[in-house]
């Protein structure tokens, strides 16, 4: 007979291992699932520092040359690049391995580089055992001779594609240069970093994402070094620039002629008028402070006679002069004045401009007023930078605003001896007017760009009507009598149309007596209409052998037509 309460017993404990199994089955599949999804997340989501950990233990990496490629207009490289030669030696793998590598491979590298430099002696690095990477730089025949020495362990030797930079203050080499040397004080300098909104560092957080070209070293476990793999970064963003590398090289061929060799410094500017864009910006010695820039801590230079332009300008657009308006000399100004006005003595705006005359300009400034004459500079961007370099002067007002009533200061300022502007800002002179009226900011920066020259960010400059047309179009016709009958007649060309302004300064620098010299100028080639910036430092010191007494119509003004003529030989 049966025990019920067993059979029933029998049924429930059977029944609770079954639960018990269903509950472990379940909780060993769950534990699997769980390491599967961690085995992948590992392999497909988290695989990159992985795999960078690895790499670093079993790759070595060379980087060279610059974040994003830098072209001109054209997408023609602007850097000059060297080929260097290194040779690396890892001190740790290097003492390490090299107990069984052949003595003849191991003595065929110490006494190559011993007989390239005294100095790279691997026998000094023995027992050290620890240590960074020596790099020796070495020459292409030490190269050719160490680059077959394959079984030493810790070595290798590479060729890189270096910037050159010794010519610091060429404009190229000034916007890829992220330090450079303040003033801290008492005669000392000191290398810090560019501000963040400079547009030397705007470019570096344009281009924070992109790679370096590298050449990667295979590493074996054993310290074995294999050949170097050169990979290329993709998917970059480059800058291009408005220069145009042909152009600016011919400009600086110009200045390097045996004519200009007794000119310490000049500087060069051409820019399309209409978009702004900065076809060349070039000066003699790039060795020296960019002068096109303004020379550190003097907000520029004396424009002497070219501010007259601002001053006419600001006369006819107010409505305070006008064009056929005479005005006689005054004896009682600039006493000493020896300039000949060819028994005249009364004269209009535009044929003062013509003649630089610096007497009726002080009387017709006295007429315009102080603060007259700083906005109409300040509008066209003379009292601030123009491209936001780092380094970059902008121009200032000798006289405050508040001074507007002191005569002296009014007349000084009149023909440009009482301030100071940079080339740069010197370049709305003539662009304000061949634009009508409007002023477009010059711009260096033309678009970002990506491997193929593709644009993928465009660079819009800025732009505003400063002076009415017809006030423009009255200057731009006196502009031209001072190319064709005037200071700048050295500038004339026959069948064109050249329209500028001279400019003479003088100033006491070291307790001598100084002068710098100027042509702004406008013109049209292919029916593109250019401005351009002649400035020449120190063309008459009065003690310098070889210069006599000189002005900005005959230094400055032959340069302008010889870019001209070059310009058009390239048509």
């Not at 209409?274 to 230079?301: F, H, L, V, W, Y």
């Not at 405050?400 to 009149?414: A, G, P, Y």
């Amino acid at each position: 007979m049966y025990n019920r309460n067993n059979i029933f017993g029998n049924s429930i404990q059977k029944s609770e291992v079954k639960k018990r199994l269903w509950i472990i089955m379940f909780i060993f599949i769950l534990l699997f699932c769980l390491l599967v999804w961690r085995i992948a997340n590992y392999m497909y989501f988290k695989s990159s520092p992985l795999k960078s950990m690895f790499n670093a233990q079993y790759t070595i990496d060379e980087t060279y040359g610059l974040r994003y490629k830098l072209t001109d207009c054209n997408g023609e490289d602007l850097l000059n690049h060297v080929i260097n030669y290194y040779a690396i030696i890892d001190p740790v793998d290097y003492l390490r391995f090299n107990e069984y590598t052949s003595k003849y491979d191991m003595q065929a590298l110490i006494i190559t580089l011993r007989n390239y430099n005294k100095n790279y002696d691997l026998e000094k690095i023995k027992g050290t055992g620890s240590g960074d990477k020596l790099r020796y730089k070495i020459d292409e025949v030490t190269y050719n001779k160490l680059k077959d020495i394959k079984k030493v362990k810790g070595f290798y030797a590479f060729k890189s594609n270096d910037i050159v930079n010794n010519e610091n203050w060429k404009i190229e080499n000034v916007l890829i240069n992220t330090k450079y040397n303040k003033n801290v004080g008492g005669g000392l300098y000191k290398s810090v970093s560019k501000s963040d909104n400079s547009l030397e560092m705007q470019l570096i957080a344009k281009t924070k994402n992109n790679k370096l070209t590298k050449i990667r070293f295979s590493k074996g476990v054993n310290g074995e070094i294999a050949d170097g793999t050169i990979i290329k970064p993709k998917n970059n963003v480059n800058v291009r620039l408005t220069i145009n590398k042909e152009i600016q090289a011919k400009i600086e061929d110009i200045l390097h002629d045996k004519e200009y060799e007794k000119y310490g410094q000049i500087g060069v500017i051409l820019m399309e008028s209409g978009s702004g864009k900065i076809r060349a910006m070039s000066q003699k010695n790039d060795n020296e402070s960019n002068i096109n820039m303004g020379q550190p801590g003097t907000n520029g230079a004396l424009p002497g006679s070219i501010f007259k332009v601002i001053v006419e300008q600001a006369g006819l657009d107010m409505n305070l002069i006008t064009n056929n308006e005479i005005t006689t000399v005054n004896p009682a100004l600039f006493k000493g004045d020896t300039h000949n006005y060819k028994g005249r003595t009364q004269f209009t705006v535009g044929e003062a401009l013509r003649d630089s005359l610096n007497n009726i300009f002080a009387q017709i400034g006295y007429k315009i007023g102080f603060e007259n004459m700083y906005e109409y500079a300040r509008k066209q961007g003379m009292l601030s930078k123009v491209l936001n370099l780092q380094q970059e002067e902008s121009g200032k007002f000798d006289g405050d605003v508040s001074l507007s009533s002191e005569k002296d200061v009014i007349h000084q300022t009149s023909i440009g001896q009482k301030m100071r502007i940079t080339p740069l800002e010197a370049l709305s002179i003539p662009s304000t007017i061949i634009n009508d009226g409007i002023y477009v900011q010059p711009s260096i920066v033309d678009a970002y760009i990506n491997d193929n020259n593709v644009v993928v960010e465009n660079i819009t400059p800025k732009s505003s009507r400063v002076l009415k047309t017809e006030t423009a179009q009255e200057v731009k016709s006196d502009m031209l009598d001072v190319v064709n009958n005037g200071t700048g007649v050295q500038t004339k060309i026959q069948g064109m149309n050249i329209g500028g302004k001279t400019g003479t300064t003088e100033y006491e620098e070291d307790k001598k007596k100084g002068s710098d010299g100027w042509f702004v100028g406008f013109f049209t080639i292919k029916n593109i209409n250019f401005s351009m910036v002649v400035f020449v430092k120190n063309i008459d010191l009065g003690q310098k052998e070889g210069i006599g007494s000189q002005g900005g119509g005959d230094t400055a003004a032959p340069i302008f037509k010889k870019v001209i003529n070059v310009l058009k030989s390239m048509e």
